[in-house]
């Protein structure tokens, strides 16, 4: 085989590799505005304020006034839950605003809440570059509702 021979069945990997990396840039930026990123929500009557991190995680309960030592604890133990679930909600709905467009056209709650699963957005976020490699590869692109052959993502 003669190098030039070589040279054409070689596919031509810099598009993909640039889609790829433009993903990676992204993503980094995201993380970065996520780490950066908090949530603050307070209970009715400013009894207590929640604070999350960026991952919706617990990172302050402040009690502001004296006014819950009069609660009941079952009252209590409620506006606790009530307030931290309205704090997640709008953890979640910053990450969706940080993030943009929909990874895979896929809702960052559906994602967070587990209704959509991993490996299906993880490869309709991958599918820009595979259909480069394939097309340099002289295949024709996936059509990404066609999934037919196996991707290697354990579905399970």
């Given at each position: 085989m003669t190098s030039e021979g070589f040279r054409r069945e070689m596919p031509d990997l810099?598009?993909?590799?640039?889609?790829?990396?433009?993903?990676q840039r992204k993503l980094a930026e995201f993380q970065r505005?996520?780490?950066e990123t908090t949530t603050v929500v307070d209970a009715p009557k400013k009894l207590f304020t929640v604070t999350l991190d960026g991952n919706g995680e617990l990172t302050?309960?402040?009690?502001?006034t004296?006014?819950?030592r009069s609660m009941p604890p079952a009252e209590l133990s409620a506006l606790i839950t009530e307030t931290l679930q309205k704090a997640r909600r709008q953890s979640l709905e910053?990450?969706?605003e940080l993030m943009g467009s929909p990874m895979g056209g896929t809702d960052f709650n559906d994602l967070a809440?587990?209704?959509?699963?991993l490996a299906d957005v993880l490869g309709k976020v991958?599918?820009?570059s595979l259909d480069l490699v394939r097309e340099a590869n002289g295949d024709s692109p996936s059509k990404s509702s066609d999934r037919t052959e196996d991707?290697?993502?354990?579905?399970?």
């Amino acid at each position: 085989m003669t190098s030039e021979g070589f040279r054409r069945e070689m596919p031509d990997l810099s598009s993909a590799l640039e889609v790829f990396e433009e993903e990676q840039r992204k993503l980094a930026e995201f993380q970065r505005k996520l780490a950066e990123t908090t949530t603050v929500v307070d209970a009715p009557k400013k009894l207590f304020t929640v604070t999350l991190d960026g991952n919706g995680e617990l990172t302050e309960l402040k009690f502001n006034t004296t006014g819950y030592r009069s609660m009941p604890p079952a009252e209590l133990s409620a506006l606790i839950t009530e307030t931290l679930q309205k704090a997640r909600r709008q953890s979640l709905e910053t990450m969706q605003e940080l993030m943009g467009s929909p990874m895979g056209g896929t809702d960052f709650n559906d994602l967070a809440s587990g209704q959509a699963d991993l490996a299906d957005v993880l490869g309709k976020v991958m599918e820009p570059s595979l259909d480069l490699v394939r097309e340099a590869n002289g295949d024709s692109p996936s059509k990404s509702s066609d999934r037919t052959e196996d991707d290697g993502w354990d579905r399970t």
